[in-house]
């Protein structure tokens, strides 16, 4: 039962123009949802989170809309960079349970010259 | 320099021994997590550690074991009842108060022949 999916395993985009990668999620008991970038060999990096009291989350060139009644989120990179080419993963997780992520399948983002 | 180290970054194995990955941090986080990662899939949680002396199994527990002696270790070990160990391991930590936001170490390949 995958809780958390990322529809869309690799995503390509020019250099400079915006980067959308989408999430959606099956449990509404999610209220915390994070986007990690991952290079290959090696560990996750935090990216950029966003409460389920907001909507809309901002950090630099990364922003995340979170739209709860279609239990969606994205999130937009603009403008994209070449080092921005990685696997993005995004996770959510509940109060109830707390310290455990679910996590999605990952999106693989290539910035193209 | 603050950070989780994970070793050997490459782990090589006979079927039917057990291997233990080791995991420090010492960013004096709280919790500590395993996760496992295969081609194509997300990141699935193994076993998680909220504090020290305890732990709680996560989605796919069967065939692993840890131990949370120390609050900046938490070893995994691997044992011959994993069906297919051979996969990419991470290791994480958070601070109790933003249990969401885990910070990982650069991971272990297993590869069990």
């Known amino acids: 039962d995958q809780q958390v999916k990322q529809n869309s395993p690799s995503l390509s985009v020019q250099e400079g123009r915006i980067s959308i990668l989408n999430c959606d999620y099956t449990n509404s008991m999610f209220d915390y949802f994070l986007w990690y970038k991952k290079y290959p060999a090696e560990g996750p990096t935090f990216l950029i989170s966003i409460s389920s009291i907001k909507d809309k989350n901002e950090d630099g060139r990364f922003t995340v809309f979170l739209n709860k009644s279609a239990k969606h989120l994205s999130l937009h990179i603009v403008p994209s960079q070449p080092g921005d080419s990685a696997v993005y993963f995004c996770?959510?997780?509940?109060?109830?349970?707390?310290?455990?992520?679910?996590f999605g399948t990952g999106t693989r983002l290539q910035v193209t010259l | 320099d603050g950070g989780i180290t994970q070793s050997p970054k490459y782990l090589f194995r006979k079927e039917g021994q057990n291997v233990t990955l080791s995991c420090e941090q010492n960013l004096n986080h709280d919790a500590m997590y395993w996760y496992r990662q295969d081609p194509g899939q997300g990141l699935r949680l193994i076993y998680y550690s909220q504090i020290v002396n305890d732990f709680q199994k996560g989605d796919i527990a069967e065939g692993y074991s840890v131990s949370r002696e120390k609050k900046e270790s938490f070893p995994l070990t691997v044992t011959s009842a994993q069906k297919n160990p051979t996969a990419f391991y991470l290791c994480?930590?958070?601070?109790?108060?933003?249990?969401?936001?885990?910070?990982f170490g650069p991971g272990t390949r297993l590869t069990v022949t």
């Open positions: 994480a930590s958070s601070m109790s108060d933003s249990l969401y936001e885990q910070y």
């Open positions: 996770a959510a997780g509940h109060t109830g349970t707390a310290s455990k992520l679910t």
